[in-house]
């Protein structure tokens, strides 16, 4: 597969930031590979671990795209840094989800001490 890939040369494509179905799926399906990624490993620990699987995923993906380009395009910068707001974006929303429910469970054990 690596002579393969050495085969074809390499190119970059010309893209832009406007937000359409393509850009929209590469955030959405880093954000689930991020929480693929937690899902794989422990939750409550290595969730930057998952950050560079998603990541990681999405270079990959990238750099086929950029040896194939003829069928796909190209390599996308555009598309990389989509990837990257989506991973950013699924950990913010974890954050907050624990967050807010360390809240609840907070307030739940209040209720039951003061009876």
Same mark, same amino acid.
């Given at each position: 597969?690596?002579t ?7 190119k970059f494509?010309e893209d /832009? @930031?406007n937000l359409? #179905?393509?850009?929209?799926a590469h ?9 693929q !990624?937690?899902v794989?490993?422990d939750?409550?620990? /290595?969730?930057?671990?998952?950050? %560079?699987?998603a990541f990681?995923? !999405?270079l990959g %993906?990238e ?7 003829? =069928?796909?395009? !190209? @390599?996308?910068?555009?598309d990389?840094?989509? /990837?990257?707001? !989506? #991973?950013i974006?699924?950990? #913010?929303?974890? =954050? #907050? %989800?624990?967050?807010?429910k360390k809240?609840?469970s /907070?307030? =739940?054990?209040t209720? @039951?001490s003061? =009876?």
């Open positions: 597969m690596v393969s890939l050495y085969s074809h040369p390499f494509t /832009n @930031f359409e #179905i393509d850009k929209t955030a959405m399906v880093s954000a689930g590979l991020y929480y !990624g937690l794989l490993q939750t409550s620990k /290595n969730e930057y671990d998952a950050m %560079w699987f990681l995923v !999405g %993906w750099t086929y795209q950029g040896f194939r380009y003829r =069928k796909h395009g !190209g @390599f996308s910068l555009h990389l840094q989509y /990837n990257v707001a !989506g #991973i974006s699924a950990h #913010i929303q974890k =954050k #907050i %989800w624990f967050y807010f809240i609840k /907070n307030r =739940k054990l209720d @039951f003061d =009876k």
